[in-house]
């Protein structure tokens, strides 16, 4: 437990050196803000104040002390990149990202499954020419509509880029001639 260390050396921990104070062997911050990371204590400092860490820390049971300081340092790190909605907005963004990914596979699954039923052996031949014409239609929209979603002004998810409906061909049945074609994101 970090609390019940042995006594520290002589040097003073980075919130006593950025606070210019003496610092005790009984400091609150020692155990959390080592003196090689003052940047550490630096941002918490800047967005949260010392005097409201030094509250946090003391409401805070021992043992989970550790974990809240990497809470406060991550937090202070986000609000310091983004000052409106720090994590929060990190959070939405990878929250946005995933339904985006998830819509793009549910397309992806639904043009295989249509690809592999044109294309199956002997399924091909069984499907009347209106059953194939609606299979096309409906795979059309799906790629109509992804690409309006991606051709949004506001939509970044593959590098900024949208998807360009000329950039992927179909064949005679709809489907995409080969998986080559389609638009990965780059990583």
């Known amino acids: 437990m970090k609390g019940h260390e042995p006594p520290r050396s002589t040097s003073s921990c980075a919130a006593c050196k950025f606070l210019k104070r003496r610092c005790s062997p009984t400091c609150l911050f020692a155990p959390y ?22 509250k946090i820390l003391v409401d805070v049971p021992e043992n989970q002390r ?6 406060l340092v991550y937090e202070a790190e986000a609000r310091l990149r983004d000052p409106v909605y720090g ?4 959070i939405a963004l990878l929250q946005r990202k995933a339904v985006e990914l998830q819509q793009d596979l549910a ?3 639904t043009r295989l499954a249509r690809c592999a039923a044109v294309a199956g052996g002997g ?3 069984s499907l009347s020419t209106s059953s194939l014409s609606v299979l096309i239609d409906q795979d ?13 002004p506001g939509w ?4 900024g880029e949208g998807l360009d409906r000329n950039s992927v061909e179909l064949d ?9 074609q389609l638009p990965f994101p780059k990583g």
């Open 33 to 54: 803000f080592r003196s090689d990371e003052p940047q550490k204590f630096a941002k918490v400092h800047k967005v949260f104040g010392a005097s409201n860490v030094a």
């Open 66 to 71: 550790d974990d809240a300081v990497n809470s």
């Open 87 to 90: 994590c929060i907005g990190a």
């Open 107 to 109: 397309v992806a699954q």
């Open 123 to 125: 399924m091909a031949s």
């Open 140 to 152: 059309r929209f799906l790629m109509n509509s992804l690409s309006e979603i991606m051709m949004n």
């Open 156 to 159: 970044d998810g593959w590098g």
């Open 172 to 180: 005679r049945s709809g489907c995409m001639d080969e998986l080559s």
